[in-house]
């Protein structure tokens, strides 16, 4: 990140990160282009709920967070209704812990990518 950036909040990085990715990225992807550890997980987590809820509002709806879910490498099930950016811990089907996802990106409101949730 350039010099100007090391003034930008959290969300306002991953905002920039997740508008300028030309594929989506999970929030293990986001914390290591921020240089941030894996204990502020739980804190970017935070920080992608709080920018889908802020993002609808500043651009009155037109830029949205969109979530691919998340799902079992074990048995394939997928999350739709999991609208939380925290990874589920294990899967309701088969009980694996072998989940991966989700993704985010940012979208125009009316061209989401198919399967994918808008916050």
Known sequence: ???EENFLTTREKIYLIL????IPLT???????LGYSVREKRKVEEDIEHLALSLKS???GKERIAILPARCLNCGYTFKDNRKAK???KCPKCKSFRIEGPWFY?????SSMKGS???
Do not use: A, Q, W, Y
């Open 27 to 33: 929030v293990e992807d986001i914390i290591n282009m």
């Open 106 to 110: 940012i979208t125009e409101s009316s």
């Open 117 to 119: 949730i808008l916050l």
């Open 87 to 89: 990874r589920p811990s």
């Open 19 to 22: 508008k300028n990715s030309p």
């Open 1 to 3: 990140m350039s010099g």
């Open 58 to 60: 500043r651009s009155n």
